[in-house]
């Protein structure tokens, strides 16, 4: 990492913060629902994320679908292209986020390849996803190294850029990437791709321990998190927990559409009530 | 198709070319390292140990001796006189990468990756493959050292190139299928670079050419690089001076790296990267990611790549699998920039053709992707003068392709 990085302009507001402050306050832990836009379809992404808001969700995680899309399993893979096969665009996933950002002052955050927001513009991207009422973009093929160019247009327009640690990430390295994040850290469960099988409880926990006593930003944990034991165990330590393939599983498993948006409720209920204090 | 950059105009690199890339992986804008955080550990540490390996004696004349006793090197630098005298025009040398062990020239990499693995305590290699020779030269190579090899493979390549996947499994190697995406080259690398992201802590990713993340693209040029090395001593050995045009190839680009990087301080002589043209480029079923491709980043690092308006990743069409891919080596974009090197393509036709001349007036079947560099050499030899000299990197050998050819002119073997 070749310059240190300002810590992001402390005078603009961001829901992302305001609502890690208010969990913090309440001892409560967040819930991350990940959906992927345009799957089935963008109408159906909006209904389903207004859902996940009212069933306790404390923060939302858009995916705009990328043609390949190397740190994903299966699950996600193939939501990617049930989306794709929409032709969704980045720009219509702001239209979504502008329309869910109307009804709700949840905190909205993009997670994409960064291939789609080179093309788009880095500064444009970043003015765009201000002015659309989104929060934090996660951008998982998108290391600090490499994040200058973005990290100052999503500072300047107000918008955390989240980075993700990693099981593999030393130390050294963890402070280092601490020090130019902000929002949260995305610390990933296990070392292998989106939707596979969580390591040991214990080991997860004794990982964001660690990364907690190097900064003090919220870490939020994702990658394999499905039941909501699990989710309480993590959130033992941890500030949030995500959950995107084991929900996306689940909708699709349930064979009825019109049933899909309370398998998503109750899924959300569920996990969420693993993450208030008893 | 590429502008023609005359030699008298074309401005020099702004310093020595062994200044890219810079510490990052930088080769001026492009290239640097886009991948999962699992994964930048991995590779600070692979750049690491292929410095020191390569300040290491004893690793390079390992590596050396390896490529003398075991893959055949020198290969030969040999005057294609019938060709010659069939174009009519300047004197074509061909550099023999068919006749490397395997068939082609993937194998000077795999060697030197495989024993950088081994050195770095690493028992399983994983790779990617095509038209399935770096599949099979990493197979190869993880036999010879002992190592445990899993390659991935697209299931349309896998088609194509049915003759490949028994080679490899005979080597010892598991063959695993990618029928995700377009099935083909950049699928497989997508899923290689999930199983490293999985297994990073015992597997080293053999990757097959001057692509992704850094180090690769700097080591894979390092490790082809004996090809131009070679030349460059044989032609002047050969000719008493040195060639007036190089021609090779461009599917990642690690032949025409490897023949070209040790000429890029020669100031007067011409390049010529050949891209797959497919079946033409207006068409939009090609591969030609210099022709109709832009600046983007796509496994890895930033480079050309074949992409729609938003920056979805296109899928990509050519005759020949070592071709069809929509990205190109980081280093290759730097010097198309610079006008160094100079881009073209032929079509999956003109390759057909170049495939049948050569094996007929020199009995060298070459290889689809090899096919499309003699295809090239083609239209420039008769524009050249007779004393002039063509270098042409055959960087593989045709066995391989045999099948397919057969099945495309409807020939039942």
């Known amino acids: 990492m070749r310059s240190a990085a300002a810590r992001p302009a402390e005078a603009t507001a961001n829901r992302i913060d305001d609502v890690f402050a208010r969990l913090r306050g309440r001892d409560e832990k967040a819930l991350i629902p990940y959906v992927m836009a345009g799957d089935p379809d963008v109408a159906t992404t909006e209904e389903w994320l207004l859902a996940a808001a009212s069933a306790g969700a404390d923060l939302l995680e858009i995916g705009v679908p990328f043609s390949d899309p190397l740190a994903d399993g299966p699950v996600l893979q193939r939501a990617a292209e049930r989306a794709l096969a ?97 929002g949260f850290l995305y610390y990933v469960s296990l070392t292998g791709i989106t939707g596979s099988k969580l390591p040991p409880l214990e080991e997860i926990e004794q990982r964001v321990r660690a990364i907690k006593r190097t900064t003090r930003l919220p870490v939020a944990v994702g990658f394999g998190v499905s039941t909501p034991d699990e989710a309480a165990r993590i959130a033992r330590v941890a500030d949030g927990v995500i959950v995107a393939s084991a929900l996306i599983k689940r909708l699709q498993e349930e064979p009825d559409p019109s049933r899909r948006s309370s398998v998503l409720t109750a899924y959300v209920a569920s996990l969420k009530q693993a993450l208030i204090p008893r | 198709m590429a502008k ?8 020099k690199p702004r ?172 699928d497989a690398i997508n899923e290689a670079l999930r199983d490293w992201t999985t ?28 090809i131009g090395r070679e030349a460059r001593r044989q032609i002047v050995r050969a000719a008493g001076r040195l060639p007036d045009a190089l021609v090779a190839c461009v599917g990642g680009g690690s032949n025409s790296m490897g023949l070209f990087f040790p000429f890029l301080t020669d100031e007067k002589v011409r390049m010529i990267g050949v891209e797959a043209g497919g079946l033409g480029i207006s068409t939009g079923r090609h591969a030609a990611r210099f022709a109709t491709g832009r600046t983007g980043v796509f496994q890895g690092t930033k480079t050309f790549v074949l992409q729609d308006p938003q920056g979805q990743i296109q899928i990509t069409h050519s005759v020949s699998a070592g071709l069809d891919y929509s990205a190109v080596g980081p280093e290759h974009s730097l010097y198309r920039d610079l006008h160094r090197i100079e881009y073209t393509s032929v079509t999956d036709k003109e390759a057909m053709e170049a495939f049948d001349l050569l094996s007929r007036t020199e009995g060298i079947i070459p290889a689809l992707e090899s096919a499309h560099a003699i295809a090239h050499a083609v239209v420039l030899a008769p524009k050249m003068k007779k004393r002039q000299i063509l270098l042409v990197n055959l960087s593989g050998r045709g066995d391989k392709d045999v099948q397919q050819v057969a099945k495309i002119r409807g020939i039942e073997l």
């Open chain 2, 15 to 186: 310093r020595r070319p062994s200044a890219w890339p810079d510490a990052a992986g930088h080769f001026g804008s492009y290239g640097g390292r886009y991948v999962p955080e699992t994964l930048m550990p991995a590779l600070e540490e692979l750049a690491a140990a292929y410095a020191k390996a390569r300040a290491d004696r004893r690793f390079r004349a390992d590596v050396d001796a390896r490529l003398a006793s075991y893959v055949g090197r020198p290969t030969p630098l040999y005057f294609a006189e019938r060709l010659t005298k069939t174009l009519g025009g300047a004197r074509i040398y061909l550099k023999r990468e068919d006749l490397c062990h395997t068939g082609a020239h993937k194998i000077n990499n795999t060697i030197g990756q495989a024993l950088l693995a081994q050195r770095m305590g690493k028992r399983r290699v994983i790779a990617e493959t095509g038209a399935g020779q770096h599949g099979v030269a990493t197979a190869t190579a993880s036999a010879l050292l002992g190592l445990e090899c899993d390659v991935y493979m697209g299931t349309e390549d896998m088609a194509r190139q049915a003759l490949n996947v028994f080679r490899m499994r005979l080597l010892g190697a598991k063959v695993v299928p990618v029928a995700a995406g377009s099935r083909t080259l950049k």
């Open chain 1, 86 to 182: 929409q032709h969704v665009t980045l720009g219509d996933v702001l239209g979504l986020a502008r329309r869910v950002r109307a009804k709700t002052p949840i905190p909205l955050i993009l997670m994409t390849y960064y291939n789609l927001i080179f093309q788009y513009g880095d500064e444009r991207l970043a003015r765009d996803a201000a002015a659309a009422g989104v929060d934090g973009l996660i951008v998982p093929d998108l290391p600090p190294e490499e994040a200058d160019t973005l990290a100052g247009a999503t500072r300047a327009a107000g918008v955390h850029l989240i980075f993700l640690v990693a099981p593999t990430t030393p130390p050294a390295r963890i402070a280092a990437i601490a020090a130019r994040a902000s």
């Open chain 2, 199 to 226: 297994n990073v802590r015992t597997t080293h990713y053999i990757l097959g050419s001057v692509l992704g993340p850094h180090p690769y693209p700097m080591m894979v040029r390092d490790f082809q690089s004996v």
């Open chain 2, 4 to 11: 023609s950059a005359r030699s008298s105009n074309t401005p």
